[in-house]
């Protein structure tokens, strides 16, 4: 571990509060000898700009905000790996312990290098996502596109769904197969596609 980097962290920001790309960016820039991205210092995200060492602070919130957890943190739930516009689970973390799905690299460092996690991951639902749901007791399909914006028309019978709302925090990078409880019925995720993005959905990711 780093003390210079631990230490920077630790006097400038408090464990478990949520902090800004943008706040982060700028208090990494201090230290030029360190990644300047945010993502490259996370329990539950994995890119090829982490040091060679990886040395994980925060818990990536599925935007472009990070929760500060400290180093050594016994962090509990998915590793996500982003291609482009895609967000796949690579592994998962229990209580510190991570396991990768991939068979052949049994931990973080002899998988760093690796190039075919795609064969492996599990793709997670994101904004501009339609989402089938399957109700297990009616067995009747439901579809939801996950969006930023809080209503807008739709060409189909798709509901949407804004991602801060119950459901979509249910659905929000979430793979296929996965099941949950919603207005007193049980569901299960039966299919995710990602959908072709608005010109607001652009505008928004360039800004």
Request: aromatic share 12%; proline share 7%.
């Amino acid at each position: 571990m780093n003390t210079e980097l631990q230490n920077l962290l630790g006097h400038c920001l408090t464990r478990g509060h949520t902090y800004s790309y943008g706040e982060l960016s700028r208090l990494l820039q201090s230290l030029p000898q360190f990644p300047k991205d945010p993502g490259s210092y996370c329990y539950n995200l994995w890119q090829k700009t982490m040091l060679q060492e990886p040395e994980p602070f925060f818990a990536w919130k599925g935007d472009s905000s990070f929760i500060y957890l400290g180093p050594g943190y016994p962090y509990h739930g998915p590793l996500y790996e982003k291609r482009e516009e895609k967000t796949y689970i690579i592994g998962y973390y229990n209580r510190g312990d991570l396991s990768l799905l991939t068979p052949h690299h049994p931990n973080f460092n002899s998988w760093k290098g690796f190039t075919e996690s795609l064969r492996y991951g599990r793709e997670v639902a994101r904004e501009n996502y339609r989402v089938v749901l399957l109700c297990l007791s009616t067995h009747q399909r439901l579809p939801i596109e996950l969006s930023l914006e809080e209503t807008r028309p739709l060409e189909d019978s798709s509901r949407v769904c804004p991602i801060g709302s119950a459901l979509g925090k249910l659905l929000y990078l979430q793979p296929e197969g996965r099941a949950f409880e919603w207005e007193g019925g049980l569901y299960r995720i039966e299919h995710i596609q990602s959908l072709p993005r608005t010109k607001t959905a652009l505008s928004q990711a360039v800004g």
